[in-house]
C-alpha cells in the first residue's frame, strides 16, 4: 500500500515537472511591461465601465428630479419644456465627493438660472 502511493507521488511529480518548465517558459515571455500594459487595459477598462454606468445612472436621476420638479426652475419658476435645458443641480455642491454626488439633494434649475445665479451664490459661499 505505501510502495503503491509513493510510487504514485512518483509518477505525478514525473508528470507534474514538464507541466511547470511549461508554466515558467510561459511565464518567462511576459517581460514587466507586459504586465504593467495588460494592467492598465484592466483599469481603463473599469474606469471606462464606472463613467457609462455613472452616466446612465446620472441621466436616470436627473430624469426623476426633472420630472418631479415639473421641469420649473426652482429659483426663477420658469418652466422648461426641453429636455435637454433644465439642470438638475446639487443643491449643495459636491466638490468631487461621489458619495455626496448621488445623495443630493437635487433640484430643478433653468440654465441661465444654474449658470448665472446659482454659480455666483456658491462662489460667494467658498
Ligand atoms: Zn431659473
Keep these: 500500500m505505501g ?9 505525478r511529480l514525473r508528470v ?26 484592466s483599469r ?3 474606469q ?4 457609462l ?4 445612472r446620472s441621466q436616470r436621476l436627473r430624469l426623476r428630479f426633472l420630472a418631479r420638479d415639473l421641469y420649473t426652475c426652482w429659483l426663477c419658476g420658469r418652466i422648461e419644456g ?3 435645458r433644465p439642470v438638475c443641480d446639487q443643491v449643495e455642491p459636491h466638490r468631487g465627493d461621489v458619495a455626496r454626488f448621488w445623495a443630493g439633494p437635487f433640484q430643478t434649475l433653468c440654465k441661465s438660472c444654474h449658470d448665472g445665479d446659482k454659480q455666483r451664490m456658491e462662489w460667494w459661499i467658498r
Design 3 to 11: 510502495q503503491w502511493t509513493q510510487s504514485g507521488q512518483m509518477g
Design 16 to 41: 507534474l515537472r514538464p507541466r511547470l518548465a511549461q508554466v515558467a517558459a510561459r511565464i518567462a515571455v511576459l517581460t514587466r511591461e507586459d504586465l504593467e500594459r495588460a494592467r492598465d487595459a
Design 44 to 46: 481603463d477598462r473599469e
Design 48 to 51: 471606462a465601465t464606472q463613467a
Design 53 to 56: 454606468y455613472k452616466i446612465a
Design 82 to 84: 426641453s429636455c435637454v
